[in-house]
C-alpha cells in the first residue's frame, strides 16, 4: 500500500532515529522522555507504514539490529531530520558570517550619507556576504513598504514615521552653514547681513526649488536670501561648495565629513534642531537577522565619525 507523507509526523521520525541509535527499546523510551508502551505503539505505526518489521530481536537476545530495509533508509532519514531542523532553526538563528542576506535601508541622501561610511565596514566586518541596498523612501508607502517587506527599515525625520511602526531615536541633529575654504568673505562668524547677501546651494529633494526650510525662518523676522543654485543630492553639494562661494546650511553630521574643504558656522538665525530616527514594522520585531542589522545601525551612528 502506497504511504502519503501526511501518514508520517515528526514523533515518528524521532522514534525511528532514536532506535537506529541505541538499538533498545527502553533506551530509546528515555532518550524520548516516553514510556515504553508509547514507544512500542510508534514502532507498531511505523512498521506498518513502511510495511517492514524494522528492528527485529538480536540473537543475542540484547537489544534490537535493523533490517536491511532499515538500513537503507537511514542515510535518508539523517538527512530528513537535519532539513527540519534547519527549517526550524532558519527562523530563530542568524548567522552573519554566512548570511547571503539583502538588507534594504530606506533613508534620504543626507540620512545615507551619514550611515553608509560607517554602517557598510561594520557590516562586511561581520556578513561578508550580505548586500545592503540603499533606497530614496516613498514616504507616503513607507509603513505598507515596511510591511511587505520590500525594505527592511526606514530612516528618517521623527516626523516622517507613519503610525503603527516601531521607532528608536538615532540622533540629535543640529544645522551648520558651509562655506569653501578660503572663501573671500575671510573666516569670522556669519553674520545675518552676510547670510543674507551671499549666494546659497539649496537642496531640493522634490526638484528644482529656490526656496525652503531656511527661507521660511528668514520671512519669519522680515529677511531674504538669494538662492543662485538648486541642486537635487546631497552628495552633490559639497563638490559645489568647494568651487565656489556659495553658503549651504545643511545637518552638522553630513557636512563634517567634508571638513578638508570646507569651513563650518553656526547658522546667524534661530533653526530648531530635530532627530533622525530609525523605523521597522512590528512584524519584524523578533526576527534575529533584522535584530542584527537594527543593531549595527545604531552602533553605526554611536561610531566616531558617525
Given at each position: ?54 528492528f ?11 533490517t ?23 527562523a ?15 533613508a ?8 553608509a ?49 516601531i ?42 526649488q529656490?526656496s ?95
Open positions: 500500500m502506497v504511504q502519503r507523507f501526511t501518514d508520517f509526523d515528526t514523533s515518528l521520525l524521532l522514534t525511528l532515529d532514536a532506535l537506529f541509535k541505541d538499538q533498545n527499546v527502553t533506551h530509546a523510551a528515555a532518550r524520548l522522555n516516553i514510556t515504553q508502551s508509547a514507544l512500542s505503539s510508534r514502532l507498531t505505526r511505523l512498521r506498518q507504514l513502511l510495511n517492514d518489521p524494522l527485529i530481536p538480536a540473537a543475542s537476545g540484547r537489544g534490537m539490529i535493523p536491511p530495509h532499515a538500513v537503507a533508509l537511514q542515510p535518508e532519514l539523517n538527512r530528513l531530520l537535519e532539513r527540519l531542523n534547519d527549517f526550524v532553526q532558519t530563530h538563528f542568524f548567522d552573519p558570517s554566512t548570511s547571503r542576506r539583502v538588507f534594504r535601508i530606506a534620504t541622501d543626507n540620512p545615507a550619507a551619514i550611515l561610511p560607517e554602517l557598510i565596514p561594520l557590516v562586511k566586518s561581520q556578513a561578508p556576504n550580505a548586500r545592503v541596498a540603499f533606497t530614496l523612501p516613498d514616504k507616503a508607502h513607507i509603513a505598507e513598504r515596511l510591511e511587505q517587506g520590500e525594505v527592511d527599515v526606514f530612516v528618517g525625520a521623527a516626523e516622517d514615521g507613519a503610525s503603527g511602526l521607532a528608536r531615536t538615532l540622533f540629535d541633529e543640529e544645522f551648520v552653514t558651509a562655506q569653501r575654504i578660503g572663501h573671500p568673505r575671510g573666516a569670522a562668524a556669519l553674520t545675518l547681513d552676510e547670510f543674507c547677501s551671499l549666494d546659497h546651494l539649496l537642496i531640493s529633494t522634490s526638484g528644482g529656490f525652503g526650510m531656511i527661507d521660511n525662518a528668514l520671512a519669519e523676522i522680515g529677511r531674504e536670501r538669494t538662492v543662485s543654485v538648486s541642486i537635487q543630492s546631497y552628495a552633490l553639494a559639497p563638490l559645489v561648495l568647494a568651487t565656489t562661494d556659495c553658503l549651504c546650511t545643511l545637518p552638522r553630521r553630513f557636512l563634517e565629513r567634508f571638513s578638508g574643504v570646507l569651513d563650518l558656522y553656526t547658522p546667524p538665525l534661530a533653526l530648531a534642531p530635530f532627530q533622525m530616527s530609525l523605523f521597522w514594522h512590528p512584524r519584524m520585531r523578533s526576527d534575529p537577522a533584522h535584530i542584527w542589522l537594527r543593531k549595527q545601525i545604531v552602533q553605526s551612528v554611536a561610531a566616531p565619525g558617525g
